[in-house]
């Protein structure tokens, strides 16, 4: 009777960060990459039986950026962009010391993003600023289906009732919601039945928002293929944007999220900028079974 020998279980060295609730599970890959990503994410981003975390974020070598950012959703679908994501790999590639820059460049597949490294007199990151890009408001380039060239406080039916959207992309598509109160909203059943509402073919992020000031505001975010998170920057922009195109808020604004706050400009280039914080938590290994 012969018996086989069992495989050592790989091991995937990992940083645990947070943008503001907004927490991922990150891998240096500028060496090598895991092989089966989306199931690696789907593992790693188990909050019961793995590391626990919205997702995973690879950090790669990139040939016209300094870095090249890749993200899968915790269901295993990868991700064009995310803004608390990108502010996190700014900390990352400075604390660890792959860049002494503090202007980086991050190719994604949303188009190259530029990071600003804000630092205190101890020379610590303390916060950075993204330049997002313009956000995009034509209806075929979000994508979302309407009849219009855009989507502005557009009546889609619902099981609740009717809601009023705003589509915006800002490199991954977003549903704004204007409410009263965030605390009336019926979230868990809204968010996942707008998220794959026909309207988008490619399924979208929904925001409701809650005007507080002309520079002030609330958000609740369900992100597509994850669920609620506790903040979304791309989400957050696409609010600020959304909110000022409809003579809601001004230009800058701070947006209250259930893990912090962000502050987001529309700059009179088109340009918008989210400045917030990123947090290392804990470094480990992941023994993935083979």
Request: hydrophobic residues 35%.
């Amino acid at each position: 009777m012969t018996s086989s020998a069992k495989k050592a279980p790989e091991v995937i060295k990992f940083t645990k960060m947070h943008g503001i609730g907004n927490d991922y599970i990150y891998i240096n890959c500028m060496e090598s990459v895991p092989e089966r990503l989306p199931d690696l994410a789907i593992e790693m981003s188990d909050r019961h039986f793995g590391v626990g975390g919205d997702g995973i974020v690879l950090i790669c070598p990139s040939e016209i950026a300094d870095f090249r950012m890749r993200m899968f959703n915790n269901d295993g679908s990868e991700a064009r962009m995310c803004g608390n994501a990108s502010r996190c790999i700014a900390k990352y590639v400075h604390d660890h010391g792959l860049t002494d820059k503090q202007r980086i460049n991050l190719e994604t597949l949303s188009g190259i993003k530029v990071l600003s490294l804000n630092m205190n007199d101890e020379g610590e990151v303390e916060s950075v600023t993204v330049d997002m890009g313009e956000p995009e408001l034509e209806a075929a380039s979000v994508p979302v289906v309407t009849a219009s060239e855009k989507m502005v406080e557009e009546t889609v039916e619902t099981s609740s009732g009717f809601v009023k959207v705003t589509a915006v992309s800002m490199g991954n598509p977003h549903g704004v919601i204007f409410v009263d109160r965030i605390e009336d909203v019926d979230f868990d059943k809204l968010g996942p039945e707008l998220e794959h509402h026909p309207m988008w073919p490619d399924r979208a992020n929904i925001e409701f928002l809650q005007i507080l000031s002309p520079s002030e505001a609330r958000m609740r975010v369900w992100e597509r293929g994850t669920g609620e998170t506790l903040a979304c920057g791309t989400g957050a922009c696409a609010s600020a944007v959304a909110a000022a195109l409809t003579g809601r808020c001004d230009r800058k604004v701070t947006i209250h999220l259930r893990g912090g706050d962000l502050t987001i400009e529309w700059c009179a280039d088109g340009h918008v900028m989210m400045t917030g914080s990123a947090t290392e938590v804990f470094e480990g290994n992941y023994y993935r079974q083979r």
